[in-house]
């Protein structure tokens, strides 16, 4: 099992940067990927961007070229930085883990964007 505790949401202007952080209870070297998802009011969950164990990466076609998904294994933890920001990335963003074919969520972190 592992619980995992996002930060670094909140609000900020359009064109403006932010960076999510998703700190797991345990070690994630071995967990096979780790990724960021987002709910938007009256809208289905969706995949932002993931990090496999090997460094490789997803990316939404929405997010391209504006976010960046890294992990740093020896702090257990996983970054969104997310640049260029926009009204529609307006969501609640939720860490995520697959690991032993279970997937793991965090409580989600608000990220507004408005001006």
């Known amino acids: 099992q592992v619980q995992l505790v996002e930060s670094g949401g909140g609000l900020v202007q359009p064109g403006g940067s932010l960076r999510l952080s998703c700190t797991a209870s345990?070690?994630?070297?071995?967990?096979?990927?780790m990724g960021w998802y987002r709910q938007a009011p009256g809208q289905q969950r969706e995949l932002v961007a993931s990090?496999?164990?090997?460094?490789?990466?997803n990316y939404a076609d929405s997010v391209k070229g504006r976010f960046t998904v890294s992990r740093d294994n020896p702090k257990n933890t996983v970054y969104l930085q997310m640049n260029s920001l926009k009204p529609e990335d307006t969501a609640v963003y939720y860490c995520?883990?697959?690991?032993?074919?279970?997937?793991?969520w965090g409580q989600g972190t608000q990220v507004t964007v408005s001006s």
């Open positions: 345990r070690s994630i070297f071995s967990i096979y990927r």
């Open positions: 990090i496999t164990s090997g460094g490789s990466t």
């Open positions: 995520n883990a697959l690991l032993s074919f279970k997937d793991y």
